[in-house]
């Protein structure tokens, strides 16, 4: 039977497994549109296209799967580069059809033309023009298996209106073979095996785990490496929740806003782990003095990922789950024959003792309300079991560092790119892949404002997402770097003009809620999360409160600055 | 140092964009650039030759690898290759300077293709040092026009 370009993808959209698109209508995608009634997902109709994206990235997060959106040429397409990007830098898998003028149009200066493709080609694993309607099924198979497949990433299709139009015979291809593209999955036996000794052998050893591990799922193989071999853990942002948060051998994120005893434990480890991270200056600090006493050993599904930024010892080109069960079969004998609890019990005893000597604080107040402490009792009132969201800058971090996340796929946030207006959308697309889960966007009064107008997706699918403002008036990270870096400069930094964000919420239909004093903070956010449907809970908090510690950009880590 | 890539892709529009593209967002330049087809229909090769050092070229064959349109990245440098470039030179040739110009064109085994009252043009190909030495010999004479291909480059047979 024959079918239009349009029907065509629709069904393949339904063979991959889509159950939700996020997406908004305009000329070039009429006819996709015209289809969506039959169509065997859900449509979710947002407001702006930044949020279709962003929204598909929170879904891919949250559920682990491919997410999809779906936008109109033009400036449809590009309202979407900037989730783009932070998909991108982060490695989520999302799969991005926008319209395109009708081919022969291609080049005119058509109205609502861009060349998406050209624009998008650095921040897409892959993309794709579709000038021919009968090689539409194979691309869409494509696009899904090179975003979901080898080091994950968005891949846009670019679909002119002509050719959703023609129509062809329907020929789904089974298989998907690129002789350009096989990611290698397997590690390298002889590496595992080295560094099986390496782990044998060390005396402090520390696991540094990223992302990957999230999207390999290699969480339960890394929770028994370190738990057996009793190896202290830290993360990266991307990382949290790949090691459960409450768990002793847990020293929370390192890097600029890591914790001490993270920090100190990488500048004393004879032996660290890195898996599935790629040693960002966020995480790194002055890269010559990051790590100078450990061998390093490097798991990366990307190749270009090692010997990027910092040059390792042991390189393993693997999906970090495959390596990691590779070194617990190659462990596994050892247990019996290493005394590893006795082994390190001198390592974690200092880094205890690190941990005592500066933890994770803040200096409470009875007269203004921490930050710190709202995260906090967000974290005691949930159990540690919502999905978190986060905008960013202050609100960021202090998400990652007061929130013990214990599971993967629940905290959502902009790590590469640093992408305000990222976490409501997001919490949108988290809560179509989880709609039984409590799901919270911790957010700021600055960021809340570049994607707010999505309060009207989230009342008109009726979700019960929460969005905490820590509001300190002022766009906080920014101005915490004027006041430490840049004399007390606080140029343009001051956001004392906003909306009044309890009547906000109920200009759109939701509910709105203000907290002002210490006191109220626990009956006003209990009361929040249990009022149904979208909330925003507008908390005013400390307004010159600091995220600590801090290790200035380019800085040693063990150069932090403490509360 | 220079490097020589023997880049071999999938001949689709907007691959040499991919390509360049990649050695522009990193802030790279590239020096030399030849594509054409290979006797596979819809397979180019490009040889690209770039300055940089060691790490930076390793980041880039990796870059190039990973690129979903590019079969495969060979790095010529290390290894025993033929490599050779063409040029087409407009010298000026007044009565004075003719036969100097045909010696040196006989010297380097170039080829007159086009002549006239006063200029000449000549074709020559051979690796990047001879081309440099033509052009070095032929500039005092005033060279009216220059065209130059990029590298084109194959692995010797015998490595050892």
């Given at each position: 039977m024959e079918l239009s370009g349009a029907q065509i993808l629709l069904e393949c959209l339904k063979r991959e497994g889509v159950e939700v698109v996020f997406g908004f209508p305009g000329g070039a995608v009429i006819d996709i549109y015209n289809e969506l009634p039959n169509a065997s997902f859900k449509h979710v109709l947002v407001r702006h296209e930044q949020a279709a994206i962003h929204a598909a990235d929170g879904y891919a997060r949250a559920s682990g799967k491919v997410g999809c959106c779906l936008v109109t040429s033009g400036p449809g397409a590009t309202n979407t580069v900037t989730g783009i990007a932070t998909a991108y830098m982060d490695s989520i898998p999302v799969v991005i059809l926008t319209g395109q003028v009708p081919t022969p149009l291609i080049?005119?200066?058509?109205?609502?033309?861009?060349?998406i493709v050209g624009i998008t080609r650095p921040c897409t694993k892959h993309n794709f023009l579709v000038k021919d309607v009968t090689k539409l099924a194979h691309t869409i198979r494509q696009a899904f298996f090179i975003a979901r497949s080898g080091r994950p990433g968005p891949v846009l299709v670019d679909l002119p209106k002509d050719v959703m139009q023609t129509k062809t015979e329907f020929v789904w291809p089974e298989t998907v073979h690129m002789r350009s593209y096989n990611p290698n999955y397997k590690p390298h036996p002889g590496q595992i095996h080295k560094v099986a000794q390496y782990l044998r052998d060390a005396e402090r050893p520390l696991i540094y785990a990223g992302g990957g591990v999230i999207s390999s799922h290699a969480n339960e193989a890394l929770t028994w490496l370190a738990r057996k071999l009793r190896i202290p853990v830290t993360a990266t942002l991307m990382g949290l929740g790949c090691f459960p948060g409450e768990d002793p051998l847990w020293l929370g994120m390192l890097g600029m806003h890591g914790t001490y005893s993270a920090n100190m434990a990488v500048n004393h480890a004879d032996l660290v782990l890195a898996v599935g991270a790629r040693f960002d200056d966020r995480v790194t600090g002055k890269v010559s003095t990051f790590a100078p006493n450990a061998t390093l050993v490097h798991i990366d599904i990307d190749p270009t990922s090692i010997q990027k930024n910092v040059s390792v010892h042991v390189p393993i080109v693997s999906d970090c789950r495959l390596a990691l069960e590779a070194l617990k079969e190659a462990l596994t004998p050892s247990l019996e024959e290493y005394d590893f609890e006795e082994g390190h019990a001198p390592w974690l005893s200092k880094i205890a003792a690190w941990g005592k000597e500066h933890p994770l604080t803040y200096k409470p107040s009875d007269e203004n309300i921490k930050p710190q402490h709202v995260v906090e009792l967000l974290h005691e009132l949930t159990h540690g079991d919502a999905i978190i969201a986060t905008e960013v800058g202050q609100n960021q971090m202090w998400a990652a560092q007061f929130y013990k996340f214990n599971k993967p796929n629940t905290f959502l946030s902009s790590g590469g790119l640093g992408t305000m207006g990222y976490g409501f959308p997001a919490a949108i697309g988290a809560q179509f892949a989880c709609p039984g889960k409590l799901v919270i966007d911790v957010a700021g009064d600055g960021s809340i404002?570049?994607?707010?107008?999505e309060l009207a997706t989230s009342v008109a699918y009726n979700l019960g997402i929460k969005i905490v403002i820590l509001n300190n008036g002022f766009l906080g990270m920014v101005r915490q770097w004027q006041e430490l870096f840049y004399q007390r400069n606080y140029c343009e930094t001051?956001?004392?003009?906003?909306?009044d964000f309890v009547k906000l919420a109920e200009a759109y239909g939701a509910k709105g809620f203000r907290i002002t004093r210490p006191a109220d903070l626990r009956r006003g956010l209990q009361e929040a999360l249990e009022t149904p449907g979208t909330v925003i809970v507008d908390v005013l908090v400390e307004r010159e409160e600091n995220v600590y510690p801090m290790v200035p950009a380019g800085a040693s880590l063990t150069d932090m600055l403490l509360v | 140092m220079r490097y020589t890539l023997s880049v071999t892709v999938e001949n689709e529009p907007g691959v040499l964009s991919r390509v360049a593209g990649l050695f522009s967002g990193r802030g790279f330049n590239i020096e030399s650039l030849n594509v054409g087809p290979t006797l596979e229909s819809g397979v180019s090769v490009m040889t690209i030759t770039t300055e940089g050092d060691e790490q930076i070229v390793e980041q880039i064959v990796k870059q190039l690898r990973k690129l979903i349109t590019v079969i495969k990245v060979v790095d010529l440098t290390e290894m025993k290759s033929v490599l050779r470039e063409m040029i087409l030179l407009k010298v000026s040739a007044v009565e004075a300077n003719r036969a100097e110009i045909l010696r040196t064109v006989d010297i380097f085994r170039c080829k007159v293709v086009d002549v006239s009252i006063d200029e000449i043009t000549i074709e020559a190909t051979g690796n990047h040092e001879k081309i440099e030495a033509i052009i070095g010999l032929l500039t005092r004479f005033g060279v009216k026009e220059l065209s130059r291909s990029g590298m084109v480059a194959m692995k010797r047979s015998m490595q050892g």
């Open positions: 080049g005119n200066d058509a109205f609502q033309e861009v060349d404002q570049m994607n707010s107008q001051c956001m004392d003009a906003q909306p | -």
